[in-house]
């Protein structure tokens, strides 16, 4: 399914029928999603990072599928999904913050970056085993229908994902139980390094979902109101009891797997350039101009705000103090058992660790 | 109150549990119409609905990894594993996840489920109906684990369970389930985790058993007796977190530490409770401690009660502790 | 797909070919796996054996699947298949003093009842774990692709096991690596009491296979011909490179789930009733009765001389003294270490476990 | 002879066996192409085409799954399992199937694999990309477990893996992959399972480690030296089945004992060499031993160089035990 054809314009049958403000707002979220990706990856390059996994060329998915949910729906991120919480308004020093791991990082230190979650914003953990939250996002539909709330929730998955113990289990009990939950399936051509076509023999991954009896819708995943429209439909067929759907969203990992891989060795450039020509934000900001909403002007005014912004956020994260040592001890239960009272005492009263060369033994 | 056997306990401990509280669910195979392969939620999902009771496909990834979602967003699942030894399917939903999503959120998402189910030896089910995997989850930072040995404590435990905020494994001793009958109480009641108890005070040795091994050591203490020997021992209930003062206490008062259970010897949860104790109370012990355990070998058949830590074979190293 | 029509006639564009001795054949070897069945359930009732689970009503299904399979293709059961076993030539006497344990028993006492193997007859071991045979099955078939042999492997496993991580793992790797694998996925309606429309939104598990590429075929499992067939053509289909295959063998579990299952809480009698009149050997015998290669008479000696085969196995098997101790100790490694030797001495020199009562604590 | 560090050796190690044996072959995610994550495998599907390393789909159920069936018909697959922390959703077919498959056949059919996994932390790849799960296989009888510390070690314990016919768990320490190079032979080599290896005499402590804490163990060694501490520094090399003797013949000499490692402290393996050694030389301890580990949370980001047992955590361990 595409909305927004080559040429700029819509496809008058499929055109979800968003205001032109609307539109503008989904064009913005991804321009600042792409500017704070950028920054990330430079300051991982600079050592001031340590990681980032960025979502270069999929942000119509992500903003476009965020957009579409309902406040109260939840989200189960994968962990290239920071644009559907910022699109929350989830606080962008918050986020930085986490990527420094500093005292202001809601997770106190104790996760890699870009392991983000917020109950506020209804979204839940991300978590670096692939495809654990896909049944903790049915199980999260189940209790929402238990409970008699009209609420559903959209999770995230890459096409690796689809080979997973957990989609399987997650399809098959949606399907049984016909959970309000909205599979979204970023397929980005890659898992690391296997591209989608030997990760499994099935041409397409919406095939997968017949297995469950669950209906599957596939679009093109970098065609922001394709994506809109796709699951603003699973939401609605899912309010109305409907039950579970699977939308393929086909994209395209335009950057490495995350700041430690490189793609070079198992791609071609080629390849990447004709993606690039695929690129979400050419084919909105087309669309956008045309319809005189935007211009070069108001680019290049945006994402100076982005960046002014992003940089202020930096400037403030890296003034910080680190999380404190004793946070190693604390939320490993609700209360802390004795045992870890004592290995805190005996940490934080024992002596600091050495500085040392990273990565020397 | 009620003559209950295990089974009966456990049973009720969940029906009080889900009058009491509406978003206490169960999840797993079997537990429905059939009422669970050993009868433990029989007639609940008549009580309860289909929505309360849920009957699964087959897997335990789907189990586990579904009731941590429902956790998450304001229910209380309990899910049941049909024997332990088929949790690992499940495995990572329960140590990746579970034990660690309140961690990775600071507290602000965290999962409050029981997994039960029936653990150890000695109904001749052979290696895939009587493993006793405690120590997995024990190593697990995040996760609790009980094993309750009577029908009182059982429905005790049970409850408290369901209301705590961490995931809780609670392991049954199927061997029990309908050995033994007690005076329960019909309504709710708590047994606090993370409290052992004395279940016969003692001077010359302090044996620490759990679950079905509880009532080996018994009687092998009374045989002991016998010869002269006062043996201390000390049902577990919960296994993690350890009530540490009532186990250190009693080796400090007796010298001596002989430990008892199903599981494989090497790195069973035996050898943490003898560091443990070696850890606080060195200069007290007067031998040197003992673990009678299952053998370090698949669980077999034929020879199970061979394999097991019964009285037979506790009886022994509890002479052979007091005269060292 | 069905080839042996209700009045005992053959559809003549399905008829495989067989002759009527092969026929005979495969219903003298149903009939056989049924009477060893029912001894085994008696011996279980009397306490004489301490677990039985049985093929009531599936004999079709695995008798007809391991006749058409190649004396050098593997199979990988599930547990209810060692009519599949038995087709191969395996001794029964020592299939009957594993049921015991016996000193006579090829796994020396160590698993329960009905987990048998044979690496003489290219049959892997019989787990408890539902699945876990599924990927083995596709790791021997890419095992015999890598060495070049022309081999494959069909592998059992019910309606229940759709649903476990290992069979979306082996089906996924089976597309990807086209490995000579057959799945016999027998639907026999329950996974213990849960019924197969319960297991899974799906209408037919044949659906399934879509999700992997993998060619489907659904076939009555009580016609032994055309599980006969359709077997044959997955062997063909493998032989000839062509892959894997998925056979849904519909058939119905007529008896409990085990010796230990009470199926009365969770159906009714009417239902089973229905598949009695489905009954794979009745229906086998009509046709063969129609073709004069059978009848009363040779089915009453039939029964008599499989009746006195198992029996004199089970005098021979009560017969034999336990499995000896040790062998708790032995093959855990392909070497005893240290650790094993000494427990060994440990458990052979100390005092033997008291009798009791069996289940009391 | 040539200069490797771990990922070379490791290399070059997989690169002898399977020139020797083409019945060697590799599946595991990542690994063709790309080389593997940590660039283990580069170059290796390149030398030995695509049916011989497989680059699978993204599943550790399948790569064990299938590992296992391979090996029933005649290969010896070496699994790659990308971080150990993702091992749990293969975890049943490892524990449950390979690990029994002996057994349950009487040695008829046998699990001949290799299962390779980088493990534990110092890279700041907090909860799940720095566990050290070694405990879990220890406990689960049928398996073997390695654990180099340094390039020729791992070369020649890989080689002898793929050679035994025993299904073997190999952990190695991603912290060391890069750090450390020495001459490594070219040709293939075995270093026998089971045989730890005394790499620093010493009197007065004993002191166990293995992988990379093992250079914080020597480096505590060292700095307590000056104080007068003469620390004997063993490393397993393969942590189960263990070299008992090794280990207890040293506490022997020296009566106090240390066991570093960087999995949670509660059911790690510390506390079972602890009681092996409290079970075998209680006489000649002259202090309680000690353990040294990580903590009981999951493993921790910002502070990771807190969180393990480092040099500046053991030597006051050391010193410890040794003024007891
Ligand atoms: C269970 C598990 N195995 C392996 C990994 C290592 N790993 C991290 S990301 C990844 C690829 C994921 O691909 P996909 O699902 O397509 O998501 P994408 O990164 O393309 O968004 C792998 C193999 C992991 N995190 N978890
Ligand atoms: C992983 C696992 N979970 C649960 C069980 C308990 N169990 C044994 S058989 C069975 C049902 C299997 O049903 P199906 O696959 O349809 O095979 P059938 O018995 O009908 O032949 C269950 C749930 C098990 N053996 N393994
Ligand atoms: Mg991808
Ligand atoms: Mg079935």
Redesign the pocket.
Known sequence: MQVIRDDGSLDPNLDPGLSIDQVVALYKAMVRTRVIDDRLNRLQRQGRIAFHVGSLGEEAAIVGSAAALRDRDWIAPCYREVGALLWRGYPLQRYVDHMYGNAGDPVRGRQMPDHTFSREHRYLSVSAPIGTQIPHAVGVAMAAKKRGLDECIGVFFGDGATSSNDFHAAMNFAGVYRAPVLFLCRNNGYAISLPTSEQTAVRTLAEKSAAYRIPATRVDGNDVLAVWKAVRDGVDRAAEGGGPSFIELMTYRMGGHSTSDDPRVYRTEEEVDAWRRADPLLRLRKHIEQRAAWSAELEADWQAVCDAEVRACVRQAESMPASELREVFRDVYAEQPWHLREQEAECLGGPRARDHEEGSS | MSEMNLVQAIQSGLRNAMREDQDVVLIG??IGKLGGVFRVTQGLQEEFGADRVLDTP?S?TGILGVAIGMALHGLRPVSEI?FAD?IY?GFDQLVNEAAKYRYRTASELHVPMVVRTPYGGGIRGGQYHSQSPESLFIHTAGLKVVCPSNPHDAKGLLIQSILDDDPVVFFEPKRVYRALKMEVPDEAYTVPLSEAKIVRPGEHVTCVAWGAMLFEALSAADEVRKQGVDVEVIDLRTLWPLDIDTVVNSVKKTGRFVVVHEAPRTCGFGGELVTLVVERAFLHLEAPPVRVTGFDTPFPLTHEREYLPLAHRIAPALLQTARY
């Open positions: 195979e079997d087959l335990e049909q088929f399917p």
